[in-house]
């Protein structure tokens, strides 16, 4: 039953590939108040164009501030938002392709969602059992009591509870149990590729590492593909074999893990590695960089980072940077590509 | 003599199904100028030790026992109209929310005005120029101009930072600063810290830190106070318990926090979770879950104890020593 396919080495396409991903808001006054008002539309730009692929197996993390559209992007890739321009590719296949509910189902079985809040993603009055039987009964996957009953029950065993707790209540559980109940339910219709957007964010640090390690274990054993988000640079460190760096809806930089960290490129990937307390660094003096994010309703013009930017100059101000390839790492900065940049 | 001593102070709840006690037989000291770190997790009890010092427990908590001594005063028996007098003067606070702290009905600097002239006694310009002046050194931009917006005007950083004026302006001795950044995003964060950090410099203001990101405390703080289920595990210079933590719960915290400076494939992990404070074991509150657990840690509780560094750890790996200690 579980996919048991052994990462394959060949050089297939990516399991996952978003091209030119974009998402608006309108976030308008009412019409008659804009009128009376002599007001225009105002539109945010949540995402803003962002195009990245995950081969099968790896984890891609998303990472940046809040208001950065790492969580829109979630939500994109998983369907609960149609996107405004752009397409998302699952295994070759467009999704915007895909018109009617059955259409769609084949495809929606392969990926599934792990939200922030265990405390919110699981619905109170209903069992353990059946909030993880759900996908297996909305797809049609097992049919017969005992035999879904039994698969719970396998499910719950491998996130590591009993498969007794199919009997209880979601308040029965702590944050860190329930989110081991969320992950039952993504795994439970044996998808390929899982959205997990900031799973540990709600849980303490010692939960949180029991949470990790169960994704890396359960990735290495059913060959699992991760889109990632997460707003905390070390546990992105850990997961990920490659990482997007998202400032105002655009990703700025997309490296593999090891590189970012040795060598970021991008002034914001900097700042965030500076900027960021960790354990090492007992005693440090560190340089606050100034500023806050502007709004992505009414973003800066040319490159969005200019006014935070210590190295902004007056191209910067006016053309915003594609993201281009340098090797293993792509990177939107004109600074980088001009080479204007300290080592 | 410290500036503040805390001593087996004890917190209870009293509920329907009988009394939880949120803080346990709790004792530590400030020094003047220092910087405390208080960590745990969620449950531990760190945000109520200090809300007791402030006596701001929400009813029906309640401090049922021990001793809060500020510059040798004793403020835990103080009538609340003194205590009032002593928040705010000699006690600063700092909330994770700044929209707690600050009354949306007020503009900023009358906030800081009547903070001043309640604690300080000041005119009414004199106040305003120097609430100005706080606005500036707390690094708002156009002090001057902003001074009269209210606190929906501003950002969450520059929020933080008002409160931050706010609980400095009546240039307070210690100030008790509960998650100050953890509304906050990451590049805000390291600017606030930095802040509070310069700025109790200069004043030689002593910092109570409750937050549970062990990053903030590390590059933070003196010392360390590491509580679990209502009790200090460990406390001790920050380096010593970031680098080589003596209470096994210590040791399995540092290890299960992801680390920027090197990968490793699997984090240490800690099993199980914090016991709620209806059921928390006898003996050791951590025994359940320690890797180093013997007969003793199961009945009897330890205090904290000295062990083979300058860390004092309540576990029983370290009684010899204490007992040595005891006998010379």
């Not at chain 1, 009617?100 to 079985?109: D, E, I, K, N, Y």
């Not at chain 1, 044996?190 to 390690?213: K, R, Y």
């Not at chain 1, 790492?329 to 001009?338: G, I, L, P, S, Y």
Request: aromatic share 4%; hydrophobic share 40%; glycine share 8%.
């Amino acid at each position: 039953m579980p996919l048991d396919a052994a990462p394959t080495r060949e050089a297939e396409r990516p399991l996952v590939e978003v091209e030119d991903l974009a998402r608006d808001f309108d976030v308008s006054k009412p019409l008659l108040f804009r009128l009376l008002q002599g007001e225009r539309r105002r539109i945010l730009h949540a995402v803003a164009g962002v195009s990245f692929a995950i081969p099968k197996g790896t984890t891609l993390s998303l990472v940046g501030e809040s208001g950065c559209g790492k969580t829109t992007v979630a939500r994109l890739v998983v369907g609960l938002y149609a996107p405004t321009r752009g397409s998302i590719r699952i295994d070759g296949t467009d999704l915007a392709s895909l018109t009617t509910r059955a259409a769609q189902a084949p495809v929606r079985r392969r990926l599934q969602m792990i939200f922030q809040d265990p405390y919110a993603s699981l619905n109170p009055r209903w069992r353990v059992g059946d909030i993880i039987a759900e996908p297996i009964r909305a797809f049609g996957l097992l049919r017969g009591r005992a035999e879904i009953e039994a698969r719970v029950g396998e499910l719950l065993r491998q996130v590591g509870l009993s498969p007794k707790d199919a009997e209880k209540f979601p308040h029965e559980f702590s944050g860190g149990q329930r989110q081991r109940i969320s992950i039952a339910r993504a795994l439970s219709s044996n998808p390929e590729f899982l959205v997990c957007d900031e799973p540990t964010s709600a849980l303490d640090v010692s939960v949180q590492a029991q949470i990790l390690n169960l994704m890396k274990d359960l990735q290495a054993r059913f060959g699992l593909t991760y889109l990632f988000i997460s707003h905390n640079l070390a546990v992105v460190r850990h997961m990920s074999d490659r990482i997007g760096v998202m400032y105002l809806g655009r990703i700025v930089e997309l490296a593999p893990g090891e590189t970012l960290f040795a060598r970021p490129l991008h002034p914001y990937t900097r700042l965030l590695l500076e900027a960021i307390p960790d354990l090492e660094m007992t005693g440090r003096q560190r340089t606050p960089v100034g500023g806050e994010v502007p709004s992505p309703i009414d973003p800066p013009s040319g490159c969005t980072f200019h006014p935070r930017c210590p190295f902004a100059a007056a191209r910067c101000r006016a053309e915003a940077p594609p993201l281009r390839r340098r090797g293993e790492v792509e990177v939107a900065c004109h600074a980088v590509e001009e080479g204007r940049l300290p080592g | 003599m410290p500036l503040l001593e805390v001593r087996n102070l004890r917190v209870e709840f009293p509920t329907r199904r009988g009394t939880l006690t949120a803080v346990d037989d709790v004792s530590f000291a400030i020094e003047e100028g220092e910087v405390l770190g208080v960590v745990g997790e969620s449950g531990a009890g760190k945000s109520i030790t200090g809300a007791a010092i402030i006596r701001l427990i929400e009813p029906p908590g309640r401090i049922a026992g021990g001793e809060v001594i500020l510059s040798g005063r004793r403020i835990d028996t103080l009538p609340a109209e003194e205590m009032r007098h002593v928040r705010g003067r000699q006690i600063g606070a700092i909330f994770q929310d700044p929209l707690t702290t600050l009354n949306p009905l007020y503009s900023i600097g009358r906030q800081l005005v009547e903070t001043m002239q309640t604690h300080l006694g000041l005119s009414d310009r004199e106040a305003r120029a120097r609430a100005v002046r706080w606005l500036e050194d707390v690094g708002i931009p156009a002090a001057a101009q902003r001074i009269d917006a209210y606190p929906h005007q501003f950002s969450g950083g520059m929020r933080q930072r008002v409160v931050i004026a706010l609980a400095l302006c009546a240039e307070p001795r210690l100030v008790i600063a509960d998650e100050p950044t953890t509304a906050l995003d990451v590049s805000i964060q390291a600017q606030v810290i930095a802040l509070l950090k310069r700025l109790c410099r200069d004043h030689g203001t002593a910092v109570m830190l409750v937050t549970h990101d062990m990053g903030v405390i590390a590059e933070t703080a003196d010392r360390v106070a590491v509580m679990y289920a209502g009790r200090i595990a460990e406390i001790g210079p920050v380096r010593e318990v970031v680098k080589s933590a003596r209470h096994p719960y210590t040791e399995g915290l540092m290890g299960s926090i992801p680390s920027l400076g090197q990968k490793v494939e699997r984090l240490r992990q800690i099993d199980g979770a914090m016991p709620r404070l209806t059921d928390i074991p006898r003996g050791c509150a951590f025994n359940p879950r320690c890797a180093r657990v013997f007969d003793r840690c199961r009945v009897e509780r330890p205090e904290l104890m000295p062990t083979d560094g300058p860390s004092r750890a309540a576990c029983w790996l370290y009684a010899g020593r204490g007992a040595e200690r005891d006998a010379a």
